[in-house]
Antibody, heavy 118, light 106 residues
Framework: EVQLVESGGGLVQPGGSLRLSCAVS????????MHWVRRAPGKGLVWVSR????????DYADSVKGRFTISRDNAKNALYLQMNSLRAEDTAVYYC???????????WGQGTLVTVSS | DIQMTQSPSTLSASVGDRVTITCRAS??????LAWYQQKPGKAPKLLIY???SLESGVPSRFSGSGSGTEFTLTISSLQPDDFATYYC????????FGQGTNLEIK
């Protein structure tokens, strides 16, 4: 069974940092690109970032470019999102997601809540 | 950037009803569209990909159609488990989602 479990969320002050993790199991992690998607309170889903299967290529939404860094450790079956210079508008539930055969997402974690507030 | 617009934002319906949700793209996305269902506190669940392909394990009462800029998700006979929020997503050029449709019990 495919499982994705996020952790690392919490309350952080504006300007602060947080590192999210996503532990995966049930599939060959090193064969898949991986993504982060977020949903702010009362809002819809927004794509945040992606990383290729060996970690050599990354992409970001304009809203987080230069502040967030996606990475992975294939030996640990883990995906990460380092978030720096956090803003109130980064408050959201963050999901890790696995793409299917196409560029849609066929598996998602339950999410971890990040709250940026003073 | 491709903008995705869903309608309606909220839909009230009863068990057994046939319901349709529409998703419009700001430019052609061919058939590169997916639909997801999300319940409070849960992960999104893939229902449909490539506009009309049913994900394995998803009940056949769910169907998708459309191409280009206009797409629909239809639930042929609503079941109690179907009351949730539904999102469309384009993956023709990067990734963007609709704002969601909250399907609630009438």
């Amino acid at each position: 069974e495919v499982q994705l479990v996020e952790s690392g969320g919490g309350l952080v002050q504006p300007g602060g940092s947080l590192r999210l993790s996503c532990a995966v199991s049930g599939f060959t992690f090193s064969s898949h690109w991986m993504h982060w998607v977020r949903r702010a309170p009362g809002k819809g889903l927004v794509w945040v970032s992606r990383i290729n299967n060996d970690g050599s290529s990354t992409d970001y939404a304009d809203s987080v470019k230069g502040r967030f860094t996606i990475s992975r450790d294939n030996a640990k079956n883990a995906l990460y999102l380092q978030m720096n210079s956090l803003r109130a508008e980064d408050t959201a539930v963050y999901y890790c997601a696995r793409p299917g055969a196409g560029h849609y997402f066929d598996s998602w974690g339950q999410g971890t809540l990040v709250t940026v507030s003073s | 950037d491709i903008q995705m617009t869903q309608s309606p934002s909220t839909l009230s319906a009863s068990v057994g009803d046939r319901v349709t949700i529409t998703c419009r793209a700001s430019q052609s996305i061919s058939s590169w569209l997916a639909w997801y269902q999300q319940k409070p506190g849960k992960a999104p669940k893939l229902l449909i990909y490539k506009a009309s392909s049913l994900e394995s394990g998803v009940p056949s009462r769910f169907s998708g159609s459309g191409s280009g800029t206009e797409f629909t998700l239809t639930i042929s006979s609503l079941q109690p488990d179907d009351f949730a929020t539904y999102y469309c997503q384009q993956y023709n050029s990067w990734y963007s989602f609709g704002q969601g449709t909250n399907l609630e019990i009438k």
